[in-house]
């Protein structure tokens, strides 16, 4: 059974760092890696959808990057802002279906 | 209203209740999902309905019953639940699965469900 692991569980960082978050998967056999967004009392956003056959993908100060062989990706987030906290979800599909197995999340806390 | 709404957004049931939970797409998709999210666990997938047919149960309870009447409508029905089962239910909806392609997921905004 797939599954995904973030690190750290929770993150806080001054306002205009550069950071990290961390993904992995135990079965390389993906179709494709999301990560999303999640505010409180509200579902979850979409940030950025990695084919299996992808290095990376950008959108604005998000970067998001996948090692299929070595199961990990990384969501690069460049001088944060406090309207990025939130917690941060990954997730990935596994060939032959659409369901998703989902990451335990980061909570990502930007002071200002 | 757009996008993927879901009713009520908190409930608060005994064990004995029997209450339903509401979702409801505007996005024209003709796939549906209920997720289960619990304290520090990661999101469970429940079901799974396609053109209104349950197409996937993820060994679900059977206190957990769902009914999809049409592709905009699916509902979580509840009957005597278990404090454990307490936990913020998602609702998401996509193009149904016809090919080898994954189809993006739009989530609601959940329902809190607290089981006393």
């Known amino acids: 059974k797939q599954e995904v692991t973030q690190i750290p569980a929770a993150l806080s960082v001054p306002e205009g760092e550069n950071l990290v978050l961390n993904c992995s998967f135990t079965?390389?056999?993906?179709?494709?890696l999301q990560w999303f967004r999640q505010d409180p009392g509200k579902g979850l956003t979409s940030l950025l959808l990695?084919?299996?056959?992808?290095r990376e993908q950008t959108s604005g100060r998000l970067n998001a990057s996948l090692d299929k062989s070595s199961g990990r990706s990384t969501l690069y987030i460049a001088a944060s802002q406090p309207g990025d906290s939130a917690t941060y979800l990954c997730?990935?599909?596994?060939?032959?279906?659409?369901?998703?197995?989902f990451g335990t999340g980061t909570r990502l806390t930007v002071i200002p | 209203e757009t996008g993927v709404t879901q009713t009520p957004r908190h409930l608060v049931m005994g064990m004995t209740n029997k209450k339903s939970l509401k979702c409801e797409q505007h996005?024209?998709?003709?796939?549906m999902y209920w997720y289960k999210q619990s304290a520090k666990k990661p999101l469970e997938l429940m079901f799974v309905y396609n053109f209104k047919e349950q197409t996937e149960n993820n060994s679900v309870p059977s206190r957990f019953s769902p009914e999809c009447p049409n592709s905009s409508h699916l509902f979580l029905h509840l009957h005597t639940l278990q404090p454990e089962d307490s936990a913020l239910y998602l609702c998401?909806?996509?193009?149904?699965?016809?090919?080898?392609?994954?189809?993006?997921?739009?989530f609601g905004p959940g329902t809190r469900l607290t089981v006393l």
């Open positions: 079965d390389s056999a993906i179709y494709n």
């Open positions: 996005l024209g998709h003709n796939a």
């Open positions: 998401a909806s996509s193009q149904a699965r016809l090919a080898l392609t994954y189809n993006e997921q739009f």
């Open positions: 990695i084919q299996s056959s992808q």
């Open positions: 997730a990935v599909t596994v060939d032959g279906a659409n369901n998703l197995f």
